[in-house]
């Protein structure tokens, strides 16, 4: 923000000392964060073990799984890259996230900064830009897809905020020829967003089919011709995906499929999110109503970017509460769109009580679980990546004087827990473990994601068999485990096992916030079965313990 001093016939620009002081944290906080992301870098556990054919010079390939419906061709190809320029090493790769996220926040305030000065150039204005691009990037679903290595949702951001600066960039300046370029790197953009996950279509093609009909009477040729492009890019990606993947599909299963109570999934996923990301699960489908009565009334008009936003952002949210998958990086994208329509209401509707008591409750929530998330999240993906890599280290030696090891992940359902067995064998391979098996004491819980294989090199795979712990064998307790930790639980593990190494780095910070609380409560009244199938209320532990059976 510049203000304008006149006076002697001579104007003078000047920047008021508090909007530089404002700067200068804003951007503390985000080079702050970014250090944080690059800090303490290791391989983890879920899906991490696909980089191991990095560092066998082998390559990650296209992410298109055919029979459960899957087609996210350019998840991971950004490794590939990196591996080919530098080499497979966590420290390059999470360097690189921490670079995308200076990118992000960039794009993010170009952008916006270009939305709200279109209707004022109050440095309120600026502060709530500031605010909301803060709020995002400290979101669960932000940290999540930034401290994990192997989720396109953290990529399909990067592009979407490229493509966001572009499309404002296009939208608020006039026709000329580099106006036009930016629209041709805004399409790529996009593009590239569209096949890092199959969700971005929906959203993206909504955004421009109602902004080029809301903003068809005022809008000018070059933004037409944007919007065209965008609803044309995302009728694209759907006939390529029925072409690779519903024309040779021949199964009826898909990635997300449960078999527990259809209604109470949903419910849970409903709850999930509006505790975790309010902004978008409960401030958005809200202004989405107040705009629609705003118009229908004659209070107000269409404003076709705000409204477009909304929308937008909407319908991906409502992507995954009608999938019922709950995981949470997932709806991050929604935020490309949502900070417009959170931004915009703010800036335009803050004198309306309605509008002031969403955002307040929003906040409330976002302050009394979402942060609590967050923070267990950093330190999940900090800790754990580096406590597992310990825990190899000694499995492998273990494994070497000790021929024919038995073991077990305390508490890891052999289906639920699927990719937690996967990772484990694999990087123990890595490491040149030899003549170990793994097993399961316990009943598989997903009969849809249990089913025997049995031609896998692990026995916890080939038969759903419940296999007793013997003496010797090894017990590992993990962060993944269902069971609720206590120091009860310890004292008993103390009495049935032998305690042969502890990865202890780092501190441990427990899962709190609204959610953990009720589920604390209802644990207590004995909560069991698809109410509560995690009986592991806050997340711990987030060291590993190995124990011999004795």
């Known amino acids: 923000m510049q203000y304008v001093v006149r006076g002697g016939g001579n104007n003078k620009t000047i920047h008021p000392p508090y909007g530089i002081f404002v700067e200068s944290v804003f951007w503390l906080l985000v080079v702050g964060y970014a250090i944080l992301v690059a800090s303490w870098a290791n391989f983890s556990v879920i899906d991490d073990h696909l980089f191991i054919r990095l560092f066998m010079d082998e390559y990650i390939p296209f992410s298109i799984a055919v029979d459960i419906g899957r087609f996210f061709p350019l998840d991971g190809q950004e490794w590939n890259v990196l591996s080919y320029l530098f080499s497979p090493n966590a420290k390059i790769f999470y360097a690189f996230n921490a670079l995308c996220l200076i ?10 900064l270009r939305f709200v000065h279109s209707y004022t150039q109050s440095l309120y204005a600026r502060y709530v830009v500031y605010g909301f691009i803060l709020l995002c990037i400290f979101s669960p679903a932000f940290i999540t897809a930034w401290l994990r290595l192997y989720v396109p949702e953290r990529m399909e ?22 106006s036009w370029i930016m629209l041709a790197l805004g399409v790529v953009c996009a593009n590239f967003a569209l096949y890092y996950k199959e969700t971005a279509f929906v959203m993206l093609g909504a955004f421009g089919f109602m902004h080029f009909i809301l903003g068809y009477k005022q809008s000018l040729r070059i933004h037409k011709v944007f919007d065209i492009a965008l609803v044309a890019s995302s009728v694209v990606w759907l006939l390529v995906y029925i072409i690779v993947v519903v024309v040779h599909k021949h199964t009826t299963g898909s990635y997300g499929d449960t078999p527990y109570n259809q209604l109470l999934v949903m419910t849970k996923v409903i709850f999930t999110y509006v505790l975790q990301e309010p902004f978008l699960f409960l401030a958005v489908p809200l202004f989405v109503l107040c705009r629609i009565f705003m118009v229908l009334s004659k209070k107000s008009s269409c404003i076709p970017l705000l409204d477009a936003s909304l929308v937008a952002a909407l319908v991906l949210c409502a992507e995954y509460i009608v999938l019922k998958i709950g995981d949470i990086h997932y709806p991050l994208p929604a935020y490309i769109f949502g900070l417009v329509g959170l931004v915009g209401m703010g800036v335009y509707y803050w004198r309306q009580r309605i509008i ?23 330190a999940f993906y900090k800790v754990v990546p580096n406590n597992f890599q310990d825990t190899l280290g000694f499995l492998s030696a273990y494994t070497k004087d000790h021929p024919n090891t038995h ?13 937690v067995y996967h990772s484990f064998g694999s990087w123990l391979k890595f490491y040149g473990a030899e003549d170990f098996d793994l097993y399961s004491d316990t009943q598989v819980d997903n009969i849809l994601l249990g089913k025997e294989e049995p031609n896998s090199p692990y026995s916890v795979f080939r038969s759903n068999a419940i296999v007793p712990k013997q003496s010797g ?22 009495q049935r096992y032998e305690l042969l190494h502890i990865s202890d780095f780092g501190y441990e910070i427990p899962r709190l916030g609204i959610k953990a609380f009720i589920k604390a ?13 995690n009986q592991n209320i806050y997340g711990l532990p987030l060291y590993f313990y190995i124990y011999k059976v004795r």
């Open 157 to 178: 951001f990067v592009f979407f905020s490229l493509f966001l600066a572009c499309y404002m960039h296009v939208v608020y300046t006039h026709a000329n020829v580099k």
């Open 103 to 112: 990118v992000v926040v960039w794009c993010l305030r170009y952008a916006l």
């Open 473 to 494: 064998d090894i017990v590992i307790l993990t962060p993944y485990t269902l069971l609720n930790i206590t120091q009860e639980q310890f004292k008993e593990f103390e």
């Open 521 to 533: 409560f209802m644990h207590n009244k004995g909560a069991q079965g698809e109410v509560m199938l």
């Open 407 to 419: 073991i077990y992940l305390e508490g890891v359902n052999r289906a639920s827990g699927v990719e």
């Open 356 to 378: 002031r008591v969403i955002y307040i409750v929003c906040l409330v929530l976002y302050i009394s679980n979402s942060i609590f998330v967050s923070a267990y999240q950093f």
